[in-house]
Each structure stands twice: as structure tokens, then as C-alpha cells.
């Protein structure tokens, strides 16, 4: 982990916190994680960001927002996570065209919902991801991909 900036001990605690619940409750993704990239970085320069989170696939880097990290639950943070491990196990071909990026995306919905399912307390979680799935289910139906 890189870690830099005014908060960075409180964001190291964050991230420790959600690791550590992955790998308690889903230590597969945490695997995933572990092969894709080599460094988790969380730097005020990606205040500019627009996503929670940023792969960079030739450095092997995960860049997440520091608001993202700051904000969220150990849980949340560690769906974040998930998804990113994700999207960093199917590679850069989901990437290619939109169709492939509507799979992609429909596999990552897919995966953080099965790991919120197997947390404690992560009915509230699974209710809003469930919920999210089936509106991208309705807005890209599978058979229209």
C-alpha cells in the first residue's frame, strides 16, 4: 500500500479494515486483488477522479478516491474492492467493445452481491446492490447485448 497525504493514517485504518473483512468473508477476491495488482494507492492527487476507483493495468496500481476510502463502511469498502478485483480478473479484453463492457459490468454486479452475501451484516448491502443489478438488468437486457 502507498499511502500519502494529510490523512493517511486515517485512510490506512480505512483500508486495513476493509481488507481484513475480505479476508475474514471472501478471501477469493482478496487473491484476485493480490494478482492483479502489486500496489493500492491513495494520494490526494486522485481527488480529481471521478470514479471510486482507478486501474492501471501496464503499473499494476489501484488508485482509489480518498473520499471513497474516508466515507465508506469497511464493508462497502471492501464490495469496492471486490469490484475492482473483479474487473482486474477479467482484464483488459472486457474493454474492447460495449458489449463486452455490458458483460463485464453485469459480472462485477454479479460478484460484489454474492460477497455482500456472505457478510454478517450485509443485508442492507445486498438489498441496494440487488436493487442495482436489476435496474442494469432492465436498462441493458442480456439478450439485447
Known sequence: MLI???NAELYSEHLKAALDVLATHAPL?????HRGVDWLVVNQL?????TAAVVDYNNRLL???P?????ASPELLGLCLVSE???IRLGRGFRR???ARIRAERRILS???????????????VEAFEKRLEAFNTRFPEGAV
Request: charged fraction near 20%; charge should be positive.
Open 85 to 87: 478485483a473483479t474487473r
Open 4 to 6: 500519502d497525504g494529510i
Open 63 to 65: 488508485a482509489m478516491h
Open 111 to 125: 460478484e460484489v452481491l454474492a460477497c455482500a452475501r456472505a457478510l454478517p451484516d450485509g443485508a442492507t448491502l
Open 67 to 71: 473520499y471513497t476510502v474516508w466515507k
Open 46 to 50: 486522485f481527488m480529481i477522479t471521478k
Open 29 to 33: 477476491y482478496l487473491r484476485w486483488l
Open 97 to 99: 467493445n460495449r458489449s
